[in-house]
């Protein structure tokens, strides 16, 4: 279904703080013992020790579409149920300073959003009013971003064998589509399963599915030199 329901919020809902006038006033009042100080420290190191964050800022930068911390992140209260989102109005990544409290949670979820803000550089999506862009998306972002990486299913009790993978990245993709647009279970449903096997093997910028953070080191210097023997002919 591509036409917009009227009454949809976008999910804007899950993230109050993006009401301007009071983003501003809470901006004011905030010291350095706040959940947002916090925030910013581990966005911080995230953006500069995190191998999946340096790649995709990277590929961004070459992309023409450069990640600018005070511009494009914004550690904000949200709604209990999310930990992050991406404002594509704005061009703003949304990081729930209420939520995160743990590093390696803060890392997967700067990876994670900014997989949407490179596909919305790369590939112009229709946020807004095509679901299966949406769709796309979400399982790229499930895929690449360690949310289904095998110690992060461990950490949930979550076991399985054969496309455990797989099922992982449909549900997670499922769930957000469901969290942020007013449509029915079966009908999100149906939309992943018709991108699905082409968004799962999309894999830039990574070039395959980072695993681990060696993976993805491994995938930053194949990237960083992807030019050099060209430049060599």
Partial sequence: ???????????????????TAKSKKAFITQSLFTFNHKCQVMLQFAMETSPYAKLLLSAMKSSGCTVYKDRHFSCEDCDGSVSGGFDANSSQIVLCQNNIHQQAH????????LI?????????VDWFNNYRHLACSEIRAANL?????FSSEINRFNFGLKNHRQECVRGRALRSILAVRK??????GKIVDEVFDSCFNDTAPFGRIPHTNKDAKFATRHYESRDRYYANV
Avoid: W
Wanted: net charge negative.
């Fill in 1 to 19: 279904m591509d036409q917009t329901k009227q009454d949809d919020d976008y999910g804007y809902n899950l993230f109050p703080d993006r009401n």
């Fill in 145 to 149: 971003s360690g949310d289904c990486s």
């Fill in 106 to 113: 803060m890392n997967r979820v700067v990876t994670h959003e």
């Fill in 183 to 188: 449509i029915s279970h079966e009908e999100a």
């Fill in 116 to 124: 949407h803000a490179f596909d919305h550089c790369r590939a112009h």
